[in-house]
Each structure stands twice: as C-alpha cells, then as structure tokens.
C-alpha cells in the first residue's frame, strides 16, 4: 500500500494554507537565519575563550589534570581517571 506524500507542490492552492506546511523558500529562510545565528554565537564564544585563555594563571601539568577530573567527577560521580 503506498501513501501519497503531502507536499505543497502536490496540493492544491486553496489546500496550501490549509495544510500548514510553508513554502520551501520561507524553510530556507529560517535555516539560512539559524545557521547565521549559531556562527555569530560560534564568534562570540571564541572571542569568550580567547579572553579566558589570555587571563589563566599558568599551573602545572599536574594541578590541570586534578582540576579537569575533580570537574568530571562532578558531573560524571562514577568518572575515574585513567593512568
């Protein structure tokens, strides 16, 4: 048994608005905004991180690697770090 799909190319003009599906160039617009959106949020958090980075303290190897587990464990209670 086949199923016709529902697009609206295939439905009539009074049963487009009918349907609540929108035309294929309103879709593009919203995904061409989204995709905007998150490369400006993808900027914004570089430049965040880029400043983090210039503002750290330097520790050594050793205080980063109990720093990043005790935030692991945090998150992740059952986390072991591997030796």
């Known amino acids: 048994m086949r199923t016709a799909v529902m ?3 295939t439905l009539s003009n009074p049963r487009r608005g009918q349907s609540g599906l929108r035309p294929a160039k309103a879709e593009r ?9 998150w490369r400006e949020i993808a900027r914004e958090l570089t430049t965040y991180f880029a400043e983090v980075d ?6 050594s ?3 980063a690697e109990s720093i990043i587990t005790d935030a692991l464990r945090t998150s992740r209670p059952a986390y ?3 030796q």
């Open 29 to 37: 617009l919203d995904n061409v905004r989204a995709l905007h959106r």
């Open 54 to 59: 210039a503002n750290r303290q330097p520790v």
């Open 7 to 9: 697009t609206p190319r």
């Open 80 to 82: 072991r770090p591997h």
């Open 61 to 63: 190897a050793e205080e």
